[in-house]
């Protein structure tokens, strides 16, 4: 099984400062990695897939970079909106498996 | 519009069953295949289990496996999700999802569509 861990558990930020969030696997995952965000009470919404490929009407301060077994996903500019949880998820091996998650919350 | 609606969670028995269902329109259901993935309280994500187009493969995380049992009825564009011997830890909401895209022989497992969740408590 390819175990991802995210990093750091939580970021502290305001609105208009970037966020850098990091995911490592295990073992390499080509670049078959996705980021959702979640928001309380709501389904994850795909943000990323295959490492830097913004999903249909994602917002263009959402960049993911990376392959192997380490990927980063920037916000670039905080909008109030982002404050969520993010996690990653690879697509190379069963079983699938989503990272532990990063909680961006507000400074 | 892509929706999914998930129904049958409730309360269930250890050692009990219980069957949830996710009704999908808006999309081709039968040319895509189908996950549900499931969150504990407070808890991250954790894929539970997927069946492919034409419902002749199946995949379970080792968790679920030999417990629970995914199939799909194309004809009612349903995806199910059977679940024996239920333990205090399936405790979860349960999502289905699909995949972002799917070809006659392979899909890429991220998922551009969830439903809302269907909440399943395992409990005496």
């Known amino acids: 099984e390819i175990v991802l861990t995210q990093s750091p558990a939580t970021l502290s930020l305001s609105p208009g400062e970037r966020a850098t969030l990091s995911c490592r696997a295990s073992q390499s995952v080509s670049s078959y990695l996705a980021w959702y965000q979640q928001k309380p009470g709501q389904a994850p919404r795909l943000l990323i897939y295959?490492?830097?490929n913004r999903a249909t009407g994602i917002p263009a301060r959402f960049s993911g970079i990376g392959s192997g077994t380490d990927f980063t996903l920037t916000i670039s500019s905080l909008e109030p909106e982002d404050f969520a949880v993010y996690y990653c998820?690879?697509?190379?091996?069963?079983?699938?498996?989503f990272g532990g998650g990063t909680k961006v919350d507000i400074k | 519009e892509v929706q999914l609606l998930e129904s049958g969670g409730g309360l269930g028995q250890p050692g009990g069953s219980l069957r949830l269902s996710c009704a999908a329109s808006?999309?081709?259901?039968?040319?895509?295949?189908m996950t549900w993935v499931r969150q504990a309280p407070g808890k991250g994500l954790e894929w539970v289990s997927t069946v492919s187009r034409g419902g002749d493969t199946t995949y379970y995380a080792d968790s679920v496996k030999g417990r629970f049992t995914i199939s799909r009825d194309d004809s009612k564009n349903t995806l199910y999700l059977q679940m024996d011997s239920l333990r205090v830890d399936d405790t979860a909401l349960y999502y289905c999802?699909?995949?972002?895209?799917?070809?006659?022989?392979?899909?890429?497992?991220?998922?551009?569509?969830w439903g809302q969740g269907t909440l399943v408590t395992v409990s005496s």
């Open positions: 295959d490492a830097s």
């Open positions: 998820q690879q697509r190379t091996n069963w079983p699938l498996t």
């Open positions: 999802a699909k995949p972002r895209y799917c070809s006659s022989t392979n899909c890429y497992w991220s998922f551009d569509y």
């Open positions: 808006g999309f081709a259901f039968i040319n895509f295949a």
